[in-house]
């Protein structure tokens, strides 16, 4: 039992688990953050250019 013990504490599979996700996560926090930006941006583009038109005499 005390070997299993020691060998448990030595063991760092689970750490580098958990950092790898960890980096996954900010990752995807980054993806999700300059998704938006970018969505905001393009959607203002689009808006400008309906009013333009819309206000484009025939």
């Known amino acids: ?3 299993f013990i020691k060998t448990f504490a030595r063991d760092e599979s689970g750490a580098t688990a958990i950092e790898y996700a960890l ?3 900010l990752i995807a926090v980054a993806i999700v ?3 938006t930006a970018v969505g905001t941006d393009i959607s203002g583009l689009f808006n ?3 009013s333009e038109l ?3 005499t025939p």
Do not use: E, Y
Request: hydrophobic share 55%; charged share 5%; no cysteine.
């Open 54 to 56: 819309q206000s484009a």
């Open 33 to 35: 953050g300059a998704a």
């Open 48 to 50: 400008s250019v309906s």
């Open 23 to 25: 980096i996954a996560a």
């Open 1 to 3: 039992m005390r070997n």
